[in-house]
């Protein structure tokens, strides 16, 4: 199956400015997470897409495809879907969204989300680690309850599933998984994505997943055994990537 990675880069995030152009390890955040999924080598081409001419340059200049995309998104997907509904990349059938923001986004996520789409197990693919204690509680943390066969049933900043026997660890260890925010999709999915309304428990809980997963589409749901590493939204966050650059870049 023939794979596109986009890589949404919106300049106008307001926790910290002009984000997608600030420096991690000396190059531009959009410009590493690029790296990252070009190191990976799982997609056949990968394009960032952005309403920003100065990022579009940054990525070009760094040797990154890149393409300009409308304004007016109000979503990372939205901005995905405008970049796949080109008809040069129409051959692509399956299109992998990694966020801007996530510079230390794990290549197996990739992949195995990937694969739940490319297999045709399911339209959307996304994937979860098991969820430690201090963040099951975290509205910060999204939380996923799948079924037994993968399929996402809930996502939710709430502690899901509620564990009325706190003590029983095996329970936590097993069924608290905390979501990753990567998404796979074929392309009639991701198309009827974005034209679907908003939810209103999208609205309630601010996840758009729930949007098409309300709507009946089906999310496969993959459990990855890796540490998570947090993405980037503020002036901490990114103090502490750059911190932790050359042990990431060099485990």
Known sequence: ?????????????????????????????????????????????????????????????????????????????????????????????????????????????IIESARLVGGSRFS??????????????????????????????????????FLRDADDAELQRTCVWQHIGIYAYDRSALMRWVQLPPNPLERIERLEQLRPLLAGIPIGVTLIDEPVRPGIDTEEDLERANRNWTAFTTG
Request: positive net charge; charged residues 25%.
């Open 1 to 109: 199956m023939r794979t596109l990675a986009v890589i949404p880069a919106r300049l106008g995030a307001t926790r910290l400015p002009r984000k997608p152009l600030r420096l991690l390890a000396g190059r531009p955040l959009v410009v590493q997470v690029w790296q990252r999924v070009k190191d990976a080598a799982v997609a056949e081409r990968i394009v960032v897409a952005t309403d920003s001419r100065e990022v579009a340059e940054a990525a070009v200049a760094a040797g990154a495809e890149a393409m300009m995309t409308s304004p007016s998104h109000g979503s990372g997907t939205e901005r995905v879907a405008e970049v796949a509904g080109q008809a040069e990349f129409s051959a692509f059938d399956v299109i992998v969204n990694i966020q801007g923001d996530e510079p230390f986004v794990s290549r197996r996520a």
């Open 124 to 161: 959307i693919g996304t994937a979860a680690v098991i969820a430690t204690p201090d963040i099951l509680r975290d509205p910060n943390v999204v939380k996923v309850v799948a079924a037994d066969d993968g399929r996402a049933m809930y996502f939710s900043r709430a502690a899901v599933p």
